[in-house]
């Protein structure tokens, strides 16, 4: 069982900054990847980053690619999202999720409201 609790979430201005976290507890967080995904309203969930255990590999939605940063800090048991040049169509509630060895993403926090004006 692991426990995934995000934060950061808020009101931006276009072209503002933010940057999300995830705490994690209850399995040995430096073994697992670590993804963040978005939802807005009326879409489907979308796959938005993830980082390997041990923070070597990240990957990105292109959509992100150049503005958002995924890191993680395996002492502290927390994943990162910077987002950087935000923009109104990022607007979503953003979740992070661990990923199993089968490559599905099986427990997943509360998420936290981005909402980015123009």
């Known amino acids: 069982q692991v426990q995934l609790v995000e934060s950061g979430g808020g009101l931006v201005q276009a072209g503002g900054s933010l940057r999300l976290s995830c705490a994690a507890s209850g399995r040995t967080f430096s073994t697992i990847t670590m993804g963040w995904f978005r939802q807005a309203p009326g879409k489907e969930r979308e796959f938005v980053a993830r980082i390997t255990s041990s923070g070597t590999n990240t990957y990105y939605t292109n959509s992100v690619k150049g503005r958002f940063t995924i890191s993680r800090d395996n002492a502290h048991d927390t994943v990162y999202l910077q987002m950087n040049s935000l923009k109104p169509e990022d607007t979503a509630v953003y979740y992070c999720?661990?990923?199993?060895?089968?490559?599905?993403?099986?427990?997943w926090g509360q998420g936290t409201q981005v909402t980015v004006s123009s």
């Open positions: 999720a661990t990923r199993n060895g089968l490559g599905e993403y099986d427990y």
